[in-house]
Each structure stands twice: as structure tokens, then as C-alpha cells.
């Protein structure tokens, strides 16, 4: 791997990946070529939601107009870009008329989609929903959303976040394929709109568009942006990440653990079997038509959140490093919490929550250590059980476990999952999502060769990012 900056160097692809998590956005430059895979940050922007007075939204005017400055900087440090990609998370959306967005996207954490789960239910019972759009229960899938949307009646169109803000730089609206898979709209089989479901949900068939699927051309960005290519991509980050999963063995299984870990397998065909969605495992699209089968765990959201509501209380940041080498040091907690715990998924009182999970009082500044461990230890574990289950599903032996994301760089959380799970983890790339994007791109773009797959470009990672190795230990 070259050192970042370092120039692409002849017959090298360039390109610009947009890469937009819940709480921080990044615009990376990537370069790829003959011995070179290379990841360079421009711009780096705060992303979470925002209170109005009808609930929690995203600052999606805000959000673009980071994207366009982090791309004018990428473009100032690499005329040469060839084509840009653009990944976020899942299920939220932007309602459009002819004029442009009707009013600002909701947050997936606002707590009106609850009534859409009802309204969704009382027609299509959720045992036959799974068997159609193969989706574990999540009460902010898209579908859900909708049905607690009287605005959708007003909409000429419907796009998740990646395809809105392609839209603003191409004009054309079209919804990328994997993480059209995350609206509960899609059939699990075919890849393609279940029309006939949007219908008996009073959904309007003009609110789907066309989908597209990674590595196809959206369109051209404006002229003062480069007028360079849009290339759609794994558009749902965990698409993107887990190209970059450099899985060493057929029965390795994946974390890419973030605000969220996403905890599963890559499998050829969905599994939706009554014991898969007892289990709220999930069949959402991939990258060349692989199919994501995993399990949502809450991650680091949980120790985020934690630590934000420290500093407010404190008046000044909490060193989050230094907490978690002195979590280290504590001794392994007895007694746990389920991370999945539905109390855990607004925002608020974090620390009040998981200590009234725990029948404990809220800790003090001395307790925070083992708080923390406590914390880490219950993401772990609820890690380890879903990578157990995944493998009962489908009918594999895992024998890895492949930690990508930025929580391979919590070294306490690494060793907890090899721990409790009996199996070796493998930590990296931190960078994964923004790499599957700019890899996607590349290949569009020919940097491979021809017929170039997914196996091809998961060895390149492994080469460019050898990844760290946890035993686990008693």
C-alpha cells in the first residue's frame, strides 16, 4: 500500500467516495492500481439527528452541502478523479415532488415508526412479510416508516439517502439496488419491487424508482464538480463494507460493527425459513447479487452514547481512549445486559438506561471504568450469540470472524468477541465501507481487468490491510 498522497502513479483508477454513517460523514479519495490500493481523507463533517418540532430528523441540507465542498476539495487535490460513489445508511428516505424535497427526511430513531408497525401488521401479518421481503423485524424499516407518513400521498417520488443526494448531483432518481433491499419492498427472491405488495399497503407505485445495481452509471455530476461520473455502488454502507471483507475461509462470518454491528454471513441464496425469522436475521442485497444474511446488534452506539452523556454532565469531553484502556484493566463482568435491549435505541439518558437493565444505580465518575467494560462485554456477547445463531441457520461451522468497521480499532471489544465466541477474530480494515465503495468504482472503471469478482478484490484488501489476530482466551 502507498502512503496516502503519495500520487496514483500511471494506469492508476482514481476516484472519490462519499461515505455518510449516522453520526459522521467523510469524503475519501481512493486510488487503486497495480500494487496500490489507498484510501485519503479530505474531508471529514458531524452527522446525527436534529429535534424539530414534529420529531428527530436529518439536516439533509446541511448534510449535502458537506458533500459538495468535500468533493470540490477532492477534486482540488485530484483533478484526475474519474467518478464518484455514494454509500449511507439505511431506510431513510427523502419525500420529492416536481419542485424538490417536500420536508426534511425523518431519523430512523424517531418514535412515530411505531405506528406504522401497527398500521403495516393489521394488513400483512409480519410471518408473511419475512416470507416476501426476507427481512428481520426492525420497527424503522422503510415500509414501516411509510405507513406512519401521511406526506407519502403528496410525493411524486421516494429516495434513500444515498439515491437523494445522487439526485442533486446527477438529476436523475433512481434507487440502488442493495439498499433498496432494506425498505421491506422488495422481493427476496427476485431482486426487483414486490409492486403487488406496495399496493395492498396503499403505498403508491410512483414512489419506487428505477432501481439500478452497483456498478452501473447514475449519471454525471455538474460541470462545477468535474461533470465526473456517478457510479452507483453497495449504496447501503454494509453492502460496501463487506466488499471489503477480506473473508479468508467459506465459512468465515462478518462484523462490521459501527453505531450498529451488522453480524452475519455472506450466503448465494436467502434463508428464510420460520427459524430465521424467529431469530430476526435478516436477507438484505449485496454486491454481484450475494445476499447479506445477518443480524442487527446495537454497537457502539451503546458506548457513544455513554460517553456523550458523560460530557454533558461534566462540562468537558471524556477522553474515550483513556476510558477504555482503564476499562481494560478491570476484571470481567459477571453479570450482563442485552444490547439489543429495545429501551437502548433513542437518544438520551444512556448510562440511566444500562444501569437500570443491570438493577444497578447509575454509576458515579469512579465507576466509569467497569461501566465501560460492561458495556463492551455485553456488545461482545451479543456478537458472539448472533455469529452462533448465523451458523445454526445456515447450516455452517464458523471457524472466523472477520471484525471490520471502527470498532476493529477497540482492541478490548476484539478480544471480548474472540473470547466469547471461541473463535479467532481477524480485525480489519477499519476503513471497510469506504473501500468496498472506491473498489466498486474501480472495477467499473476497468482497474481489475475483465470478469474481475468480489474474491479478486478481497485479496487486494488483504494485501493492502493484513488484517490483526485476537486468540480467544479463557
Known amino acids: 500500500m502507498s502512503a496516502a498522497g503519495a500520487g496514483a502513479g500511471a494506469g492508476a483508477r482514481v476516484v472519490a467516495a462519499v461515505d455518510l454513517g449516522a453520526t459522521s460523514g467523510r469524503v475519501m479519495i481512493g486510488r487503486v492500481g497495480a500494487g496500490l490500493l489507498e484510501l485519503e481523507q479530505v474531508a471529514r463533517f458531524p452527522n446525527g439527528p436534529v429535534e424539530r ?5 436529518w439536516d439533509v441540507e446541511g448534510l449535502w452541502g458537506h458533500v459538495r465542498a468535500g468533493l470540490a476539495e477532492a477534486l482540488r487535490r485530484e483533478p484526475g478523479i474519474a467518478s464518484v460513489g455514494i454509500d449511507s445508511w439505511a ?31 393489521a394488513v400483512v401479518p409480519f410471518e408473511q412479510l419475512y416470507r416476501r421481503n426476507g427481512l428481520q423485524f426492525l420497527p424503522f424499516n422503510t415500509l414501516y416508516q411509510y405507513a406512519a407518513d401521511p406526506r407519502l400521498a403528496d410525493a411524486g417520488t421516494s429516495l434513500l439517502v444515498p439515491d437523494l443526494l445522487a439526485e442533486r448531483l446527477t438529476g ?19 431482486g426487483e419491487w414486490d409492486h403487488a405488495l406496495a ?26 464538480l468535474g461533470a465526473v461520473p456517478v457510479i452507483a455502488v453497495g449504496s447501503h454502507d454494509t453492502a460496501s463494507a463487506i466488499v471489503a471483507v477480506p ?10 460493527c459501527g453505531t450498529w454491528g451488522l453480524v452475519g454471513l455472506e450466503l448465494a441464496d436467502p434463508i428464510v425459513t420460520d427459524a430465521a425469522r424467529a431469530a430476526n436475521f435478516t436477507n438484505e442485497g ?9 443480524h442487527n446488534v446495537t454497537g457502539l452506539w451503546l458506548l457513544s452514547e455513554t460517553v456523550r452523556a458523560w460530557s454533558e454532565r461534566d462540562g468537558a469531553p471524556v477522553d474515550l481512549a483513556a476510558l477504555l484502556v482503564a476499562a481494560a484493566a478491570e476484571p470481567t463482568p459477571v453479570r450482563l445486559f442485552d444490547a439489543d435491549d429495545p429501551s437502548l435505541s433513542l437518544p438520551g439518558d444512556m448510562p440511566g438506561r444500562i ?6 444505580a447509575a454509576p458515579g465518575v469512579g465507576d466509569r471504568p467497569a461501566f465501560a467494560r460492561v458495556i463492551v462485554e455485553s456488545i461482545a456477547e451479543a456478537f458472539a450469540r448472533s455469529v452462533r445463531t448465523a451458523g445454526l441457520l445456515a447450516e455452517r461451522e464458523v471457524d472466523v470472524i472477520h471484525l471490520v468497521g471502527g470498532g476493529a480499532l477497540n482492541t478490548l471489544l476484539c478480544q471480548a468477541t474472540a473470547n466469547r465466541s471461541g473463535r479467532v477474530v481477524l480485525a480489519g480494515p477499519v476503513e471497510a465501507t469506504a473501500l468496498g465503495n472506491v473498489l466498486v468504482q474501480a472495477r467499473a472503471l476497468g482497474a481489475f481487468g475483465a470478469g474481475a469478482s468480489l474474491e479478486d478484490m478481497r485479496r487486494r484488501v488483504s494485501e493492502a490491510f493484513p488484517p490483526r489476530r485476537f ?3 479463557p
Open 91 to 121: 431506510v431513510d428516505y427523502g419525500l420529492l415532488g416536481p419542485d424538490g424535497l417536500l420536508a426534511e427526511p425523518f431519523h430512523y430513531r424517531d418514535g412515530r415508526t411505531a405506528r406504522g408497525v401497527d398500521a403495516v401488521h
Open 172 to 190: 436523475r432518481r433512481v434507487a440502488e439496488r442493495t439498499n433498496a433491499s432494506t425498505t421491506g419492498l422488495l422481493d427476496v427472491r427476485t
Open 286 to 294: 449485496g454486491v454481484d447479487g450475494r445476499v447479506r444474511f445477518l
Open 53 to 57: 418540532a414534529d420529531g428527530w430528523h
Open 199 to 224: 399496493e395492498v399497503l396503499g403505498i403508491p407505485d410512483r414512489v419506487l424508482p428505477p432501481l439500478v445495481d452497483p456498478g452501473e452509471t447514475i449519471g454525471r455530476a455538474p460541470a462545477d
Open 471 to 473: 486468540h480467544p482466551h
Open 247 to 256: 473473508l479468508s475461509t467459506p465459512n468465515a462470518a462478518y462484523i462490521s
Open 355 to 360: 444501569a437500570a437493565l443491570l438493577g444497578v
